[in-house]
């Protein structure tokens, strides 16, 4: 079944980010539905502290999330075990980046734009591709 992934994302993780590996497209849907949310919070005072929670939430789960993959890949022959991990430490890594940043300017709706667009193009690329190569590697057990 072919997938097209060159799609915005919306506010619910549509099925074409689906992997079929239950728990991993739990855990995408988890993420997905964090991003959507703090992108979409209000900027107003009443809200700053609900977008630093949820930005804050995002980076805790990411965490758990990348743990979860790397423990399935510790399991199979996986070549690509290595870059799969790269890609996860630079999400964790300009995650933490954007939040210390956005934390000293949570008005700066620029920087939060910018977050986005690398969430996007992060979490496309590393769903449709990464982690589908990942999925195809466990099937094979």
Same mark, same amino acid.
């Given at each position: 079944m072919s997938r097209n992934c060159?799609?915005?994302l919306e506010y619910h993780m549509p099925i074409e980010f689906?992997?079929?590996h239950q728990e991993i497209d739990r855990q995408h849907d988890v993420i +997905? !539905?964090? +991003?959507n949310y703090f992108i979409g919070c209000n900027k107003t005072d009443r809200e700053h502290n609900k977008c630093h929670e949820t930005l804050s939430s995002i980076s805790k789960y990411v965490i758990v999330h990348c743990n979860y993959e790397e423990e399935l890949m510790k399991n199979i022959v996986y070549s690509k075990r290595d870059d799969h991990i790269i890609e996860h430490l630079q999400l964790i890594e300009i995650t933490r980046i954007f939040q210390d940043r956005?934390?000293?300017?949570?008005?700066?709706?620029?920087l939060i734009a910018s977050y986005g667009e690398f969430f996007i193009d992060w979490f496309q690329h590393h769903v449709c591709i990464t982690d589908r190569e990942l999925?195809? !590697?466990?099937?094979q057990l």
């Open positions: 060159n799609m915005a689906h992997l079929g +997905y !539905s964090l +991003y956005i934390d000293k300017d949570p008005d700066n709706n620029e999925i195809n !590697s466990l099937r």
